[in-house]
Structures are given as C-alpha cells and as structure tokens.
C-alpha cells in the first residue's frame, strides 16, 4: 500500500455484483492527502456511489484494499471522525434537527457533556439555528439537506464524503456550503465530494478525478485536468473586417463577429505577435481576453462514447 498519511489511499479497490458482468468499480487506486477538497465526477451509473460505499464500510469489496487514515477499511475504527451526507436520506417527520442531532451525535461518540454545545454549533453553521426547534416534516428538500449537512459535520471530523451536497439547494444555499467547505479546508479537513454541478467543483475543488464506467479515466488539478488556454478572443475599437482575418490567418483559425475576433488554437507565445500584425494595418486594440476549457467542456470531452 502508499503511506498510510494519506486520508484516503485505494489499491486496485473493486466490486463486482455479477461474476459475468463487468465490475461496478475496476481496480481503484486512489490517494488523497490529508487536508485536500477532493471531486470525484463522472455520469450517473459510474460507479461513484458504490466507490463511496466501499470507502465508509457499508459495502464490501471484491478485491483490492483501501485505508483511510492508515487504517483499513475493513475495521470499524477506520470510520472514527469520518462524517457522511448520502444523496439520498429522510429523517423522521416527527423529530425536530436538535433531536436527530442528538441521535446522530451519540452514534459519533461525542461526549455528552458538549453534546449540546455541538449540537448549535454545526445547526449554526448550516443555517437551521433558528428552526431547531420545528418538525423535520415542515422542512423543503433544501432544508433536508442542510440538515444532512449538519449530520456529516458533527463531531470535527477529519474527513467528510458529501454526496450531492448542494443538488437541493437555491444559489445563497450553495455559497453557504462553498463557505462551509471552505472552512473545512482552513482545518485541514479531508473533504471528498461527489457532485453533478460542475461549477460548484471548479470553484471549491484542489483536485480532481473523472470517474466513467467504474474507472478513473483523469486524475489532477482543475488546471491540469483543463488545460490551457485555446485561443483568445481580440476586441476591437471598430467592426472587424477581411484585412483582419488576413492579418491572423497565420496564427490559427479566425471568426469575426462586429467587433470582436476569435482566434483559436493560438500559443500564448504568439499572442503579442498576432496583436502586433492587427496594430501594423492600423487597428486599435480594445481587450484580449484568453479562451479556455470549462471543467463542463473537459467533462464532456472524456465521457463521450466515441473517445
């Protein structure tokens, strides 16, 4: 196995439900340091969600090891301090958050004498301060799911799998669970997420993987992962004409619209030269803004079947 101070490290990690279909998950090896904001992407059916299962314990595998914290994952202590938000969850219409909470906090093993005190601070930090004391059954889907949130945070654990952690929550929802995260990140908290909302990920996330038909097809930063820039985009104090496409035919591919230039497949190296050659015929440059690969683009790019 790597060194066990990673947060999480898999070794050729696999489940297969059926002997004669191909596995869910196919030799998994993963490592992820302590302290990182890990996300883990990929279409539904991937496979993500058994890869989670496998990693919290409550599926066992077919083959391959992991550990988390240098313990395997076969062991109960290995789940010590580690919080959860599934996809999919309900709680009790009869209970109010202080309530599961509690039950949740006695599950984790936070002591009884600060149970309280935790209790308000993760109800605090998710926003249900105020409704602590109303029925979970009056609550939306987002409130759940702050609820949830407020579950997997009990107890300052090390390392917190969110899965889906902002699907139900409006866009002020979604920047408080950035901030959340964030915060994690401040503790070094290992915070692994599953999500489909990309832009979420591109903001939050240090490292990336693309999950696809239970294998890791790219694994890196967002930069890395994304690359560079493909071109740029030239803004002009006039409307474009042919003698500018002439003046960059040798730099890549052009397309004019009004004002604006788009010049693809350029090197960062010949950007100043292409500006130059439009200055030379007597135009003026208003911006030139880098065109680069959203992770949405990438992600779409590495899941298409023809790849």
Same mark, same amino acid.
């Given at each position: ?28 090896? +993963? ?10 992407? $990929? ?13 919290? $314990? ?29 996809? +999919? ?11 599961? +909470? ?34 979970? *059954?009056?609550?939306?889907? *987002?409130?759940?799911?702050?609820? $949830? ?5 009990? $107890? ?26 964030? *915060? ?53 104090? /006039? ?20 004002? /604006? ?47």
């Amino acid at each position: 196995m790597h060194s066990n101070k990673a947060a999480i490290d898999s070794l050729q990690l696999t489940k297969a439900y059926r002997s004669n279909d191909p596995p869910a998950v196919a030799d998994l090896t +993963l490592k992820i340091e302590a302290g990182c904001v890990f996300g883990f992407l $990929g279409p539904n059916g991937a496979g993500k969600t058994t890869v989670l299962k496998m990693l919290l $314990g409550l599926t066992r595998p077919s083959s391959g090891k992991a550990l988390l914290f240098g313990r395997p994952i076969d062991r109960p202590h290995s789940r010590e301090r580690v919080g959860y938000l599934p996809e +999919l969850f309900r709680y009790p219409p009869w209970l109010t958050p202080r309530e599961v +909470l509690d039950y949740h906090a006695a599950l984790a093993g936070v002591p009884h004498a600060g149970r309280m005190t935790e209790i308000e601070r993760v109800l605090s930090m998710v926003g249900l301060a105020s409704r602590a004391a109303d029925r979970t *059954g009056t609550f939306s889907k *987002g409130m759940q799911q702050r609820l $949830g949130l407020a579950v997997a945070l009990l $107890g300052h654990p090390r390392l917190v799998f969110l899965d889906e952690p902002t699907s139900a929550l409006d866009p002020l929802g979604r920047v408080d669970v950035r901030d959340i995260v964030r *915060g994690l990140r401040d503790e070094s908290t290992t915070v692994f997420i599953n999500s489909h909302l990309l832009t979420e990920v591109e903001q939050l996330c240090d490292r990336v993987a693309f999950f696809r038909k239970g294998r890791i097809v790219a694994d890196g930063s967002i930069d890395g992962i994304v690359g560079s820039s493909r071109g740029v985009r030239i803004k002009l104090d /006039t409307q474009a004409n042919g003698v500018a496409t002439n003046a960059l035919r040798a730099f890549g591919q052009v397309r004019i619209d009004g004002d /604006t230039i788009a010049l693809s497949e350029i090197t960062t190296a010949q950007v100043p030269d292409a500006v130059a050659a439009l200055v030379a015929r007597g135009m003026r440059i208003r911006a030139v803004i880098p065109l680069s690969r959203t992770l949405e683009q990438r992600f779409l790019e590495l899941m298409d079947d023809k790849c």
